[in-house]
């Protein structure tokens, strides 16, 4: 039931959270420069689309919900696709979700408390409940969700073209001093640049989020490469354009010292009506947690549904057809990871494992065009396109150890392959006491959601 517009309000909705309005210094800091800072930004969104026309090939050669998963498994086998799985359930997916919901909180909950900063245990109780919020909208319904994610669509692009446009006015009226000498005092070393490029594809994280979702996808075929081809660039052009428009106010150095760029803007340009850009933050950061949980739900539902889950988070509502169980446990995960007091370090840490996996995936087209070549490609993107992105993929891994090498590297490895003991226990020699053990809840969820496996519901 997801049509072309609400596939490009997917793409785009979930790419621009609250990082392009909060902290879009964590790029400058790395190259010291107004030039090469737009240029990052620009390399970034190209890398993005490069990436997302890969996974366009995969998602329309393989339609199955999942993402990453079902193209690692028909290309490598079941070893990386579970370790996908492992490492995405368990930590990149859910974290996300949580520090998504976080930063809703904070800006939600700063009017409340002018002058200092909300209590913990308020942000932490109102971002569990966005949590709860979002994952109820959609185990009720995949159109619920899909209208939600439009609407939030719609409200930060209002934002987005208030910034830009008032970046525009400012340069049409001469401000244009902070782009005099742009290059000069830059720090550019191969360690700077994949820094500064591994903090802007951050920003961009969800250019794959529509290949979750393909089995749900109205004519995927058509639509799926076509919201990848409108999405991405649009989502690039915004993220260049506020750039420019946050340098027109703020010099290098000011961008750096504020917590908070967008409001800062808001503060010298929008005054006395700068309260519209932490409201329209709030919508951007729903936005974008419902989209990661619309699609992340599917990658759950797929695990269950390949036994590399409980057997359970396969099943699909009767009465609502979303993967109700799925989405119930990828919410509860994310609540678990609202508890610690700070999970942004944690998420740096293992944002290098999505990289391997992009990688892995990108490699995985190129294998199957010589191991599946009976398998029909509606699109057929030119070879050289995967050999960049899996080389770039290489270096965004290698980048943050070599530059600045750390144990929670390592730790983020052998959770990784940690994966490799529960594989062999639970799906290699099917210990199957977890499935036993889950058969009471498995009758009970049946009873309360009205789920059953996906063929009961075909039947």
Not at 39 to 68: D, Q
Not at 159 to 188: C, P, Q, R, Y
């Amino acid at each position: 039931k997801v049509g072309l517009v609400s596939g490009i309000c997917m793409i785009v909705g979930t790419i621009i959270g609250s990082g392009i309005f909060v902290s879009p210094k964590s790029v400058l800091a790395n190259v010291e420069a107004v030039g090469p800072c737009l240029t990052i930004w620009a390399a970034c969104g190209v890398l993005a689309t490069l990436g997302a026309l890969c996974f366009a090939e995969l998602g329309t050669m393989i339609t199955k919900s999942g993402g990453e998963y079902p193209y690692l498994m028909e290309a490598f086998g079941p070893i990386p696709a579970f370790l996908f799985s492992w490492t995405s359930l368990l930590v990149t997916k859910p974290s996300s979700f949580a520090i998504i919901c976080l930063s809703f909180a904070e800006y939600a909950s700063a009017p409340f408390y002018p002058g200092c900063d909300p209590p913990q245990v308020v942000i932490k109780c109102l971002a569990a409940a966005a949590i709860v919020v979002i994952t109820i909208v959609n185990s009720l319904s995949v159109k619920l969700g899909s209208y939600l994610q439009n609407f939030l669509t719609a409200a930060k692009m209002i934002i987005v073209t208030i910034i830009i446009v008032s970046g525009i006015v400012l340069l049409a009226k001469g401000k244009t001093e902070n782009f005099k000498d742009s290059f000069k005092d830059s720090k550019i070393s191969v360690s700077s640049i994949s820094l500064a490029f591994y903090n802007g594809l951050w920003a961009y994280d969800g250019w794959n989020q529509l290949n979750y979702i393909t089995e749900e996808l109205k004519n995927p075929y058509r639509n799926l490469p076509l919201s990848i081809i409108i999405g991405i660039p649009l989502v690039t052009v915004c993220y260049v354009l506020i750039n420019i428009s946050y340098f027109t106010v703020m010099t290098s150095t000011e961008l750096l010292q504020s917590q908070a760029v967008a409001v800062t803007f808001g503060d010298r340009v929008l005054y006395p009506a700068s309260w519209i850009v932490p409201l329209f933050v709030v919508f951007s950061t729903l936005g974008s947690a419902n989209g990661t949980c619309f699609t992340a739900g599917r990658l759950v539902y797929v695990a269950g549904r390949e036994g590399h889950m409980l057997k359970v988070l396969s099943y699909i509502s009767v009465k609502h057809l979303t993967p109700a169980p799925a989405i119930i446990f990828y919410g509860a995960i994310a609540i678990i990871y609202i508890i610690p007091g700070d999970i942004d370090t944690l998420i740096n840490y293992f944002s290098f494992a999505v990289w391997i996996f992009y990688g892995l995936t990108v490699l995985a087209l190129i294998v199957m065009r010589f191991t599946r070549k009976e398998l029909r490609r509606p699109i057929r993107i030119p070879i050289i396109i995967p050999v960049i992105v899996t080389l770039v993929s290489i270096l965004l891994v290698l980048a943050p150890i070599i530059s600045a090498p750390e144990l929670a590297y390592l730790y983020c490895i052998l959770f990784i392959l940690s994966g490799l003991i529960v594989y062999v226990l639970f799906v290699h020699l099917k210990f199957n006491w977890p499935q036993k053990i889950s058969k009471p809840m498995t009758m009970h969820l049946q009873m309360l959601l009205e789920v059953v496996p996906e063929e009961e519901v075909t039947q």
